[in-house]
């Protein structure tokens, strides 16, 4: 769909447009930070490390600026298979091509998995560090003595502690971000929010709802393959399998008597209807292929970049 994205007030060179991309490592609230600040779930969260697979674009455009965050994998060196390689490769790529990058860590938490990503930052990108989760420190007399020691590792362009959960400060960090943006016209249009498919939505939408009732328990190569997506009017027709590596992941996803995948279901449809603003009808299996998270071919011809 071709939208109108040049506002008038770009041509007097006033609009801002450009890249962000969110860094850090697994678990420190990089995807709630975007879906808060674009005020839309386009990127998936749960406890689960290596939640976010792909390199998602949420936008969020104003009379004057077009802010393009890009959420991308947390960075891990826990595995060392095709499918970690390759979610590693996409986030020093998204790296090196955006304007601004945020470095987000957890409040009070700074360990090797955060110096790894630190050590990956770029010099010629500015980086403003987020500190995230900061209601969680109950004296808030340490924040300042953390915020100096972590900033006495990086360059970086500006601090900002903030809550994505409880939005405390999110104007303050998008105010930081828009200092950086460079003067262009919008990329996407004034209503955009995400330039992923519905269809990529739905397998992620899925795939949050699998890590979120199956837990830990679930090894986090599963993936998510929709296999079929139709719209009649304002109905969507969903079928996706759940790919898994051992006959036993199969036994744990579906759960006894059927019940956990039903609840996968369930929770998945109802967030599509939510996001898609209509029906949908969503039929979800589980299928046992061994070995698919070590193929590079596989791993392109699931969608993996």
């Known amino acids: 769909m071709t939208t109108e994205t040049t506002p008038a007030n770009f041509r007097c060179g006033n609009f801002r447009c450009g890249y962000i991309a969110i860094v ?5 609230g990089k995807s709630t930070l975007m879906n808060t600040l674009i005020g839309a779930k386009v990127s998936i969260t749960s406890r689960k ?6 390199r998602i674009t949420g936008i969020m455009t104003y009379d004057d600026a077009q802010f393009i965050y890009v959420d991308t994998p947390g960075f891990q060196t826990r595995h060392s298979n095709a499918l970690n390689k390759t979610l590693n490769k996409t986030v020093t790529n998204t790296l090196i091509s955006s304007d601004l990058i945020l470095y987000v860590i957890e409040a009070g938490t700074f ?30 007399a340490v924040l300042l003595p953390f915020a100096q020691q972590v900033a006495a ?17 999110l104007e303050g960090l998008q105010n930081e971000i828009k200092r950086f943006l460079p003067e262009n016209a919008p990329i996407f249009g004034p209503d955009d929010i995400t330039d992923r498919s519905e269809k990529f939505l739905a397998s992620e939408i899925v795939r949050e709802k699998l890590f979120r009732f199956v837990g830990d328990e679930l090894p986090y190569t599963s993936t998510v393959l929709i296999e079929q997506f139709e719209q009649e009017g304002d109905l969507r027709r969903v079928f996706a399998a759940i790919l898994v590596e051992r006959d036993t992941h199969k036994s744990m996803i579906i759960g006894n008597k059927g019940a956990r995948l039903k609840e996968v279901s369930t929770q998945a449809r109802l967030d599509m209807e939510k996001l898609f603003g209509g029906p949908v009808y969503l039929e979800i299996w589980v299928k ?14 699931y969608g993996y970049e």
């Open 24 to 28: 850090g490592r697994p678990n420190v």
């Open 49 to 54: 490390a290596q939640t976010t697979r792909h």
């Open 111 to 140: 360990g090797p998995a955060d110096q790894q990503v630190i050590d990956l930052l770029p010099k010629e990108v500015p980086v403003v560090l987020v500190i995230n989760k900061s209601d969680r420190v109950k004296d808030k």
């Open 153 to 169: 590792k990086f360059d970086f362009a500006a601090i900002v502690p903030v809550s994505a959960k409880l939005r405390f400060q």
């Open 288 to 301: 046992v292929k061994s070995g698919w998270a070590d193929n590079e071919a596989g791993l392109r011809a």
